[in-house]
């Protein structure tokens, strides 16, 4: 589409009061380009359970706002200065893309001095940290369009790597590779998964392709655990079955011949989980909070059990650029082994985002998206 055959406005879904339902608005397009910046025209945009969150009040930030940090779409313009992606190839209008949901500055004592980019104090996220209601407006996924800042850290997407495959993987999938790595998993480590969200099914996946040689994953309801298998976990552990941490933590440590895990990573979101799961571990063993990016309030807990197993505990907070390079790689090289589109259950149009939000709210789906172009 030529910038002249764009139509004056675009369609939103936007949250402008917590726990209500969102808006369809229609928006103005930006009438100029800023140079480094790209206009998009919306393919997909993910239902992220942090969109859920963030719908509920638990996070922070300010309404009115366009939600959607998962999203794919077509380059329709480009400004001035803005010729190749991320990783260098040329880009033009028409082509494919994703992008990160966040930028950093680049500059500041987190980025420059100690290599730690996610904690910049000046990183903002599409879908999240940009109200909607000052031109360019389009800041999220939930729309016909999403305008890119110039900075924006954007991927050309290969044709052969479908928009399903993208989206269904989302930020779970680099988040998931961002604290994997932290971890170091090693050759024929079993790695214990405490949850089969979408992140939990991407760190499987993950810890599997970085050579663990059995992955146990902890979780439910069922149909979650069937993808859990899918994904290549080699025992699950459902929830139904084990109904008290005692219960969970005796199963772990049966598979585990009575040691426990050499790397539990957690992946739930709430805090009990890591008080059960550093009891998971073996000791000498590593332990990863991953699952906590909003604060679901604190927990009394033993420090002794750190000391007590020896135990080496890392958290991870989002990603980086690289990330989402190594997770198109990933995603290109084992559609077969790791199917991500099949997380893809439910599409929606954008007249149907607070059916979309409700159905990921309610774990009815795998993945819920929002396919603008579908009315």
């Not at 380009?33 to 359970?49: H, N």
């Not at 990573?265 to 571990?281: D, I, T």
């Amino acid at each position: 589409m030529t910038p002249s055959a764009l139509p004056a406005t675009g369609r939103a879904s936007i949250l402008e009061a917590f726990k209500a339902p969102l808006r369809r608005v229609d928006y103005p397009l930006p009438a100029a380009m800023e140079p480094g910046a790209i206009l998009v025209r919306t393919e997909m945009a993910g239902i992220c359970g942090t969109d859920v969150h963030l719908w509920r009040g638990e996070l922070p930030i300010q309404l009115p706002v366009i939600l959607g940090h998962e999203t794919v779409g077509r380059i329709v313009s480009l400004g001035a200065g803005v010729d190749k992606d991320w990783s260098g190839l040329p880009l033009k209008a028409g082509d494919r893309v994703t992008w990160t949901s966040a930028t950093s500055c680049g500059r500041c004592y987190y980025c420059a001095v100690k290599n730690q980019p996610t904690r910049c104090p000046e990183r903002r996220a599409y879908g999240i940290g940009y109200r909607c209601d000052a031109s360019p407006h389009f800041l999220g996924g939930y729309a016909d369009f999403h305008y890119l800042r110039p900075r924006v850290n954007v991927f050309l997407l290969p044709e052969t790597l479908s928009t399903e495959s993208v989206i269904g993987a989302g930020c779970a999938l680099i988040t998931a590779i961002h604290g994997v790595e932290r971890t170091g998993v090693d050759w024929q480590d079993t790695v214990v998964v405490q949850g089969v969200g979408p992140v939990g099914i991407s760190a499987i996946a993950v810890a599997k392709s970085a050579g663990a040689s059995r992955v146990i994953a902890i979780g439910g309801p069922d149909h979650r655990l069937e993808m859990a298998r899918r994904f290549g976990a080699d025992e699950v552990i459902p929830l139904d079955e084990t109904q008290t941490a005692s219960d969970r933590i005796q199963s772990v440590k049966k598979l585990t011949g009575g040691w426990g895990a050499d790397i539990v990573l957690e992946c739930v979101g709430h805090p009990s989980a890591v008080v059960e799961g550093m009891e998971m571990c073996r000791d000498g063993g590593k332990y990863l909070v991953l699952g906590h990016y909003c604060d679901a309030g604190p927990i009394s807990f033993n420090p002794h059990v750190i000391t007590r197993k020896q135990l080496q505990v890392f958290g991870s907070w989002s990603s980086e650029p690289r990330h989402m390079k190594a997770a198109i790689d990933f995603l290109s090289r084992n559609a077969d082994r790791f199917p991500f589109a099949s997380m893809v259950t439910h599409r929606f149009s954008l007249d149907q985002a607070n059916e979309a939000l409700q159905t990921t709210a309610a774990w009815r789906a795998a993945k819920s998206v929002i396919v603008p172009g579908v009315d």
